[in-house]
Structures are given as structure tokens and as C-alpha cells.
């Protein structure tokens, strides 16, 4: 006899299609990040860009200030700022000054000169792209002054020292010093004071000295103080031979019976000169030679005029020398 069997399968005990424990934690385990929530596997964070970038110059200063704005908001975000004077687009690796917020300074630049800017976000070692540059060309940052005056037909120019114009007139220049100088300032630069470019000024008083306040470009203001003053010449220099020099106080005296003669010889600075003896011209050379039997005994007095040398400028001059003739 021929038995056949059929095997039948077995479920486990409970409700139908409940799983065992083992499977729900191989589910559990499958369904759940490794590591217990960490989820430094899963797609970086989207790193906002950056829009409305601007650049404003700081008002006396060769300085910028660049805003802008992020598409978005996280929390740890900050930005990198990068700038140069060529136009360059920075590269994706270049390095960037940090800023904290969406608005820094640039400082130390060159007035008058253009510069462009970029700016992205960064969070943690993620950065940004950077953002279209924005340009600037910052105001000028002059106030170089020159400052001349007209004085006995000739031009003498002030020279600056630091916030102060010193100028000298000739040492016979009576007060008061009233002239109209001549200024010219840098390009870009205005005068925002009284007395104004062309005006006449008096600069007599040390006191009260005469001001000129020069504005930058940028609105920088430098203020320049007119320091004027008498030259310290005390004179013509005369020399004499045989003798190397002589005071022009010291008497000079010449003896007809020794048949003395003295030789006056000008500086290689004066030029063009005219010696007069009694108001009578005795000759145009740099030299003079007195000679004592040409005048009577007594006091007789000796003039001389003519120009002298100060850099490029020839000042008029005259003087006046007194000497006795004895028998």
C-alpha cells in the first residue's frame, strides 16, 4: 500500500503575519542612521549665496565700506571679502579677508585709484561661491599747496614744511608784507578758507598769521600757516684786499700821502651792480678800487646797487659804505 504524506508548514505561535523579534530589529536597525542620529553622511548644507554687494568710500579717508546681503540665514554664517586694483576675478580656492558680519572696511588704499571687490559665505570648512564684483574708484586724497609771491620784480616761493609755508622777503621789505600770492593746489584739491586764491592778505602780524585750509577730493582738510620773516642778511658781502673780509662797520680809511688805494670786491651772488661814490657812478664791475688821491680829505660815502642771487630768484639790493680820506 502506497502512503503519501504531505508536509505542512508550521507557523509560530501568535497573530498572523506579526514577525519574530529578531526581524524587527533588523528592520529597526535598517530603517535608522548608524551611529545613533549623526548625520555627517547625508547631502552638505546648501551655503547661501551673496546679493546686493556695495562698496561706499569713508569721507576723508582712503578707505571703503562694502555691504551686502545673503540669500539666507544660518546660524555659524560668516563671509570672506577679497579686493584688488586689477579687475580679477578671485579663484574658487583664494583666500579672503574674515568678516563676521555682512558689512567690513577696507582701509590703506590708494586715493584715486579703482578697486573691485567680492564677498562669499562661509560656514565651517564649507564656502560659497563668490558673488559679482563690485568697483569703486576712490576720491583723491591731495592738498599739496604752492605758494609764491612777487617782491621787488622778483618771484620768491614759500617752502613747505609739514602744515607750515615759510616764505623770507629781502631784509629792507618795509611792513606791512601785504601782497597777493600765487597758489596752486593739487588736482582735485580746493581752498574752503578766506582769503580766497587771488586775494590780497596781510602778513605783517606773526600772531595772527595768515591760514589757507586745503580740501582733498575725498574731504580731507589740511590747514597751512603762512610763517613770513625778514632774511637774515645782514648785508652785502664786501671783501677787500689785501684783507679777506670786512665789516661793513669797521671803519675803512685810505691816506693820501701813502697813496693808499683798497679794492671792494662782491660776492659771485650779486649781480649787475652800479658803485656810486658822492652819488656819482664810479663803475658797473663786481669790483671797485678806491684809491685815496682821487677824493678830498674828509668823509665820503660809498653806495652800491645791484641783484642778488637766492636759488633761481635775483633780488634787487643796495647798501651803503662810509670811509675817510686823510692828507
Same mark, same amino acid.
Given at each position: 500500500?502506497?502512503?503519501?504524506?504531505k508536509?505542512?508548514t508550521?507557523?509560530?505561535?501568535?497573530?498572523?503575519g506579526?514577525? +519574530?523579534?529578531?526581524?524587527l530589529?533588523?528592520?529597526?536597525?535598517? @530603517?535608522?542612521?548608524?551611529?545613533g542620529?549623526?548625520?555627517?553622511d547625508s547631502e552638505?548644507?546648501?551655503?547661501?549665496?551673496?546679493?546686493a554687494?556695495?562698496l561706499?568710500?569713508?569721507?576723508?579717508?582712503?578707505?571703503?565700506?562694502?555691504?551686502?546681503?545673503?540669500e539666507?540665514?544660518?546660524?555659524? +554664517?560668516?563671509?570672506? +571679502?577679497?579686493? #584688488?586694483?586689477?579687475?580679477?576675478?578671485? &579663484?574658487?580656492e583664494a583666500?579672503?579677508?574674515p568678516?563676521a558680519?555682512t558689512?567690513?572696511t577696507?582701509?590703506?588704499l590708494g586715493?584715486g585709484?579703482?578697486?573691485? &571687490?567680492?564677498? !562669499?559665505?562661509v560656514?565651517?570648512t564649507q !564656502?560659497?561661491?563668490?558673488?559679482?564684483? @563690485?568697483s569703486?574708484t576712490?576720491?583723491?586724497?591731495?592738498?599739496a599747496?604752492?605758494?609764491?609771491?612777487?617782491?621787488?620784480?622778483?618771484t %620768491?616761493?614759500?617752502?613747505i614744511?609739514?602744515?607750515?609755508?615759510q616764505?623770507?622777503v629781502?631784509? #629792507?621789505?618795509?611792513?606791512?608784507?601785504r601782497f597777493?600770492p600765487?597758489?596752486?593746489?593739487?588736482?582735485?584739491?580746493? +581752498?574752503?578758507?578766506?582769503?580766497?586764491?587771488? @586775494?590780497?592778505?596781510?602778513f605783517?602780524?606773526?600772531? #595772527?598769521?595768515?591760514e589757507? !585750509?586745503v580740501q582733498?577730493?575725498n574731504?580731507r582738510?589740511?590747514?597751512y600757516?603762512?610763517?613770513?620773516? %625778514?632774511?637774515?642778511?645782514?648785508?652785502l658781502?664786501?671783501?677787500l684786499?689785501p684783507?679777506?673780509l670786512?665789516?661793513?662797520?669797521?671803519p675803512l680809511?685810505?691816506?693820501?700821502?701813502a697813496?693808499?688805494?683798497?679794492?671792494l670786491?662782491?660776492?659771485?651772488a650779486?649781480?649787475d651792480? &652800479?658803485?656810486?661814490?658822492?652819488g656819482?657812478?664810479k663803475?658797473r664791475?663786481?669790483?671797485? %678800487?678806491?684809491? @685815496?688821491?682821487?677824493?678830498?680829505?674828509?668823509?665820503h660815502y660809498?653806495?652800491?646797487?645791484g641783484?642778488k642771487?637766492?636759488?633761481?630768484?635775483?633780488?634787487?639790493w643796495?647798501?651803503?659804505?662810509?670811509f675817510?680820506?686823510?692828507?
Open positions: 500500500m502506497t502512503i503519501h504524506t508536509t505542512r508550521m507557523k509560530p505561535a501568535g497573530r498572523r506579526v514577525p +519574530l523579534p529578531g526581524l530589529l533588523a528592520l529597526a536597525l535598517t @530603517a535608522c542612521p548608524q551611529g542620529g549623526d548625520d555627517s552638505p548644507v546648501s551655503i547661501p549665496a551673496i546679493t554687494l556695495t561706499a568710500q569713508v569721507s576723508g579717508e582712503n578707505s571703503f565700506t562694502a555691504s551686502w546681503e545673503p539666507g540665514a544660518l546660524e555659524g +554664517l560668516t563671509y570672506e +571679502l577679497f579686493h #584688488n586694483d586689477t579687475g580679477a576675478a578671485p &579663484a574658487l583666500s579672503g579677508f568678516a558680519t558689512e567690513t577696507v582701509s590703506n586715493g585709484k579703482t578697486y573691485t &571687490a567680492w564677498v !562669499r559665505s560656514l565651517g !564656502r560659497g561661491p563668490w558673488s559679482e564684483g @563690485a569703486i576712490l576720491k583723491k586724497d591731495q592738498t599747496i604752492t605758494f609764491s609771491i612777487e617782491v621787488f620784480g622778483q %620768491r616761493f614759500g617752502k614744511q609739514g602744515d607750515t609755508i616764505i623770507q629781502p631784509i #629792507n621789505t618795509a611792513k606791512p608784507w597777493t600765487q597758489i596752486a593746489l593739487s588736482d582735485g584739491a580746493s +581752498l574752503i578758507s578766506q582769503p580766497e586764491i587771488g @586775494a590780497e592778505a596781510d605783517s602780524d606773526p600772531e #595772527n598769521p595768515v589757507y !585750509r582733498a577730493e574731504e582738510v589740511q590747514v600757516t603762512v610763517s613770513m620773516s %625778514r632774511g637774515d642778511e645782514s648785508g658781502g664786501f671783501s684786499e684783507e679777506a670786512l665789516s661793513l662797520q669797521a680809511s685810505l691816506s693820501i700821502s697813496n693808499q688805494t683798497k679794492a670786491i662782491l660776492e659771485d650779486y649781480q651792480c &652800479a658803485w656810486y661814490v658822492d656819482l657812478l663803475g664791475n663786481p669790483s671797485l %678800487r678806491l684809491y @685815496a688821491r682821487d677824493y678830498k680829505p674828509g668823509i660809498l653806495s652800491v646797487n641783484f642771487r637766492y636759488g633761481d630768484d635775483l633780488v634787487p643796495s647798501t651803503e659804505l662810509e675817510t680820506v686823510t692828507k
